[in-house]
């Protein structure tokens, strides 16, 4: 006899079922960070301690059938995340992530031929097929601000797992009020920024998280603006003051291409304003930027759409404590939060908001959290964000989970300072 020889059941009267499409369901369960996935095969996947990436084969034949079950209720906490090592998933190529992130799922997928690839016959969540690129930006970067000992440009690494690490030395012009993001997929740029004065000089961040050294501006010297991906692969950054007084507000914004190459003064949208903060949201590459202070120094509760072709709506009014200083973030696969500022003093307000840029009523953590402002945030592991440094150059950090969670205070890394940026980056764990 020839052949595979798969694993069969007995059923309760005693009689034996046949495997259903020939798969020879694995007896190990699988514990590690990678698997080669097989065709024919099913797989349990425990992710109670990590991520686990699947690779799978790098040539199938029409009908090749692989099914992956979540073994311990555990993939909304760790996800699996699926290479499909040169072949197309539900039509998508490999540059596009595939992520599952619902507890309990079973992933049952078929390869169909060439132009679509790999498709599900059954994923119980749908909408965790292939998504772009940008959102599985894995590590995340926190760069210059103003340390005890005045304006710096140290920097410090986020892994995957959202550990900071201890700083890295200084490369570029030290200055605070710096604004990060991320652009072509994996690679971010800090722009702009205070020294003695606004500057339009730029630092562009690999896809290691290694900074360049001063790119010459283009446009005007800003401080104190944000910025978020969009369409993808590209960046915006908006709003600030300028002219060596923050009573000089503005709210041009500048367009940056999925080479870093930022573009010249475009006339804004919105109130003028400074101390804003922003993230990306939604599955379109679309995004926003939140509250602010205005030229008299009030903090407003004001919300600017952005389109995933980079152009920034009209004011909207927000809900939520108007504040300065916050800082906002993504967090799981299309949702984004704000959190922290000033107004009279250090918040720990939160903000989250939904897929489709609404952002919800002021809430607080349940868990031991330190009211504070000036602080950064960025994007880590695919799904989960950190706010990490503060006034008073604190160092504490906190998680939030891809539910939109915050953690306690962690305590912190490197050295302490306020009014820093930071940014995500690369697509590899």
């Given at each position: 006899?020839?052949?595979?020889?798969?694993?069969?059941?007995?059923?309760?009267?005693?009689?034996?079922?046949?495997?259903?499409?020939?798969?020879?369901?694995?007896?190990?369960?699988?514990?590690?960070?990678?698997?080669?996935?097989?065709?024919?095969?099913?797989?349990?996947?425990?992710?109670?301690s990590n991520i686990c990436t699947i690779t799978l084969p790098s040539s199938a034949e029409a009908g090749d059938q692989i099914i992956l079950v979540d073994f311990a209720r555990t993939w909304?906490?760790?996800?699996?995340?699926?290479?499909?090592?040169?072949?197309?998933?539900?039509?998508?190529?490999?540059?596009?992530?595939?992520?599952?992130?619902?507890?309990?799922?079973?992933?049952?997928?078929?390869?169909?031929?060439?132009?679509?690839?790999?498709?599900?016959?059954?994923?119980?969540?749908?909408?965790?097929?292939?998504?772009?690129?940008?959102?599985?930006?894995?590590?995340?970067?926190?760069?210059?601000?103003?340390?005890?000992?005045?304006?710096?440009?140290?920097?410090?690494?986020?892994?995957?797992?959202?550990?900071?690490?201890?700083?890295?030395?200084?490369?570029?012009?030290?200055?605070?009020?710096?604004?990060?993001?991320?652009?072509g997929y994996d690679k971010g740029i800090f722009r702009g920024g205070y020294t003695t004065d606004e500057v339009s000089l730029s630092n562009l961040v690999n896809n290691q998280g290694v900074?360049?050294?001063?790119?010459?501006?283009?446009?005007?010297?800003?401080?104190?603006?944000?910025?978020?991906?969009?369409?993808?692969?590209?960046?915006?950054?908006?709003?600030?003051?300028?002219?060596?007084?923050?009573?000089?507000?503005?709210?041009?914004?500048?367009?940056?291409?999925?080479?870093?190459?930022?573009?010249?003064?475009?006339?804004?949208?919105?109130?003028?304003?400074?101390?804003?903060?922003?993230?990306?949201?939604?599955?379109?590459?679309?995004?926003?930027?939140?509250?602010?202070?205005?030229?008299?120094?009030?903090?407003?509760?004001?919300?600017?759409?952005?389109?995933?072709?980079?152009?920034?709506?009209?004011?909207?009014?927000?809900?939520?404590?108007?504040?300065?200083?916050?800082?906002?973030?993504?967090?799981?696969?299309?949702?984004?939060?704000?959190?922290?500022?000033?107004?009279?003093?250090?918040?720990?307000?939160?903000?989250?908001?939904?897929?489709?840029?609404?952002?919800?009523?002021?809430?607080?953590?349940?868990?031991?959290?330190?009211?504070?402002?000036?602080?950064?945030?960025?994007?880590?592991?695919?799904?989960?964000?950190?706010?990490?440094?503060?006034?008073?150059?604190?160092?504490?950090?906190?998680?939030?989970?891809?539910?939109?969670?915050?953690?306690?205070?962690?305590?912190?890394?490197?050295?302490?300072?306020?009014?820093?940026?930071?940014?995500?980056?690369?697509?590899?764990?």
């Open positions: 006899m020839s052949g595979i020889v798969v694993s069969n059941v007995f059923r309760t009267s005693g009689v034996i079922a046949a495997t259903a499409a020939g798969i020879n369901f694995q007896s190990s369960v699988v514990t590690g960070t990678t698997l080669t996935a097989e065709a024919g095969n099913g797989y349990f996947i425990n992710t109670t909304s906490t760790n996800k699996i995340v699926i290479d499909s090592n040169g072949l197309n998933y539900q039509g998508q190529d490999d540059t596009y992530g595939v992520q599952y992130t619902t507890s309990g799922a079973t992933v049952n997928i078929v390869y169909s031929g060439a132009s679509k690839g790999w498709t599900p016959i059954s994923d119980d969540v749908v909408t965790d097929a292939p998504e772009d690129p940008t959102r599985a930006t894995q590590k995340g970067i926190f760069a210059f601000g103003d340390a005890s000992g005045g304006r710096t440009a140290i920097s410090n690494l986020v892994n995957s797992s959202g550990v900071i690490a201890s700083d890295t030395s200084a490369v570029g012009t030290a200055r605070y009020d710096a604004i990060g993001t991320g652009y900074i360049a050294t001063d790119t010459t501006g283009v446009g005007t010297g800003r401080a104190g603006g944000d910025g978020h991906t969009y369409g993808g692969d590209k960046a915006i950054n908006a709003y600030g003051y300028l002219g060596g007084s923050i009573n000089a507000v503005s709210n041009i914004r500048q367009l940056i291409s999925n080479q870093g190459v930022v573009g010249s003064d475009v006339s804004g949208a919105g109130t003028a304003r400074y101390n804003v903060a922003a993230s990306a949201y939604g599955s379109g590459g679309t995004g926003l930027f939140y509250n602010g202070r205005n030229s008299g120094g009030t903090s407003l509760a004001v919300s600017n759409l952005t389109s995933n072709t980079g152009v920034v709506s009209s004011d909207v009014s927000a809900v939520g404590l108007p504040r300065n200083y916050l800082a906002g973030a993504q967090y799981g696969t299309d949702t984004a939060i704000f959190a922290f500022g000033e107004i009279s003093g250090a918040q720990q307000t939160i903000n989250l908001v939904n897929n489709q840029g609404v952002v919800a009523s002021n809430t607080t953590s349940s868990n031991s959290v330190t009211s504070r402002y000036g602080l950064s945030a960025c994007r880590f592991g695919g799904d989960k964000s950190i706010f990490c440094y503060a006034n008073s150059q604190q160092t504490m950090s906190n998680i939030i989970s891809n539910q939109g969670v915050m953690a306690s205070d962690v305590s912190g890394v490197g050295t302490g300072r306020i009014y820093g940026g930071a940014l995500s980056f690369s697509q590899n764990a």
